[in-house]
């Protein structure tokens, strides 16, 4: 059973700072591109930044050089360091892991259970 435990979220003012980590219990953690989204509520899930395999990282516009994403293979560990929070930013933030099976492939997709962040004065 594949689990990701994110961990990290909670209630922080505007302008403060929050690291997001992502536990993985993949067995081979270093070939799953991993990223976090968020969702708040009556809106879709959207991709806030994603990392690759190979260390590629993609944000989305809205990041604005706040967040940096990372990952550490030696911990199956992804992180979201998040600075200059705003009140925007605040969601349910979700881990996401994905890799397609070469030999056959077929995908695999795992989500968290997710981590409240709450950006407020």
């Known amino acids: 059973q594949v689990q990701l435990v994110e961990s990290g979220g909670g209630l922080v003012q505007p302008g403060e700072s929050l690291r997001l980590s992502c536990v993985a219990s993949l067995s081979i953690f270093e070939d799953y591109d991993m990223a976090w989204y968020r969702q708040t509520p009556g809106k879709e899930r959207e991709l806030v930044a994603a990392?690759?395999?190979?260390?590629?990282?993609i944000y989305e516009d809205f990041v604005k050089g706040r967040l940096t994403i990372s990952r550490d293979n030696t911990k199956k560990t992804v992180y979201l360091q998040m600075n200059s929070l705003e009140p925007e930013d605040t969601a349910v933030y979700y881990c996401n892991a994905h890799w397609i099976n070469p030999l056959i492939l077929r995908d695999y997709t795992y989500w968290g259970q997710g981590t409240q962040v709450t950006v407020s004065s």
């Open positions: 990392i690759t395999s190979d260390g590629t990282i």
